[in-house]
């Protein structure tokens, strides 16, 4: 690691369309640091679910599926990769079968605590190797990684969010419209949001951003000046004792 790199954890949190995974992998390659997307391990959950033939809120079946399920998640940010055992399904986590029913996955307690101690072993092994690390997810900065130094919360209006998931899908081949994709994003959001277990919200010590009207460097620059504020960078973070 070199002495300007991230150490610890910057937790990001928030809605899909706000821009977070855009942020978090340019956050995390400015910053030397890993990057891990938790939204894609709860697609890959998914995606076993799916392939199982089993409804998205079987919770009783879901549970064992998720312990044996050989996730592989990658952390490089210029190379994000998911693998179960040796398969790639980065693409197929982001069909539309999936998009409809990970938050039903999502929302079940067995599968939240499952794959929130993967991603705290996950992060703990890059800490421990000296790397510091973004996280981006919906309850990072409230359960996964609630002593993070710097807490994230995006938001945006529901048009930006939906214009720029629709965007997004049509430059990966999953073309729709976008009135389509805000009755998605929207009730993604309040399933997301309502549910019991580690729902969407912000950690009250969160930086709150709305990037309605911010374009994404602005917001990646506006970040790196709290971190650098906040002392996170290796030469800084070493002196404070973090
Ligand atoms: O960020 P995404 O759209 O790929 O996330 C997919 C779903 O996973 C989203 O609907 C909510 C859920 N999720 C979650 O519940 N907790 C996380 N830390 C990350 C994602």
């Known amino acids: 690691m070199d002495a300007g790199d991230l150490r610890g954890v910057i937790a990001l949190d928030g809605p899909s369309g ?30 076993a679910t799916l392939r199982a033939g089993l409804d998205p809120d079987d919770e009783a079946r879901i549970v064992p599926i998720a312990e044996g399920l050989d996730l592989r998640m990658g ?16 693409a197929e986590i982001r069909g539309r079968p999936v998009t409809l029913a990970v938050s039903a996955v999502s929302a079940i307690p067995g599968v939240r605590e499952l794959l929130k101690a993967e991603q705290r ?23 996964v990684a609630p002593d993070a130094p710097l807490k994230v919360f995006l938001t945006a209006s529901s048009d930006a969010r939906a214009l720029r998931r ?36 912000a950690a009250d ?30 030469v800084a973070a070493e002196r404070a004792g973090r």
Request: net charge negative.
């Open 18 to 47: 706000t821009g977070k995974s855009t942020v978090a992998r340019r956050l995390a390659r400015r910053l030397g640091a890993r990057y891990l997307d938790t939204g894609a391990m709860y697609r890959a959950v998914t995606l």
């Open 75 to 90: 952390t490089d940010p210029d190379r994000s990769t998911v693998h179960i055992g040796d398969e790639d399904v980065a």
């Open 121 to 143: 072993a996950i992060i703990q092994r890059e800490v421990g190797g000296g790397h510091g690390i973004v996280v981006e997810g919906r309850d990072i900065g409230t359960a």
């Open 166 to 201: 629709a965007r997004q899908d049509a430059a990966e081949g999953r073309p729709s419209t976008v009135d389509a994709t805000r009755l998605d994003v929207d009730r993604r959001d309040r399933l997301d949001s309502s549910r019991s277990a580690s729902p969407l919200r």
């Open 205 to 234: 010590d969160a930086v709150r951003l709305d990037t309605t009207d911010l374009d994404l460097a602005g917001v990646v620059d506006l970040l790196l000046t709290i971190v650098d504020e906040r002392g996170l960078r290796g």
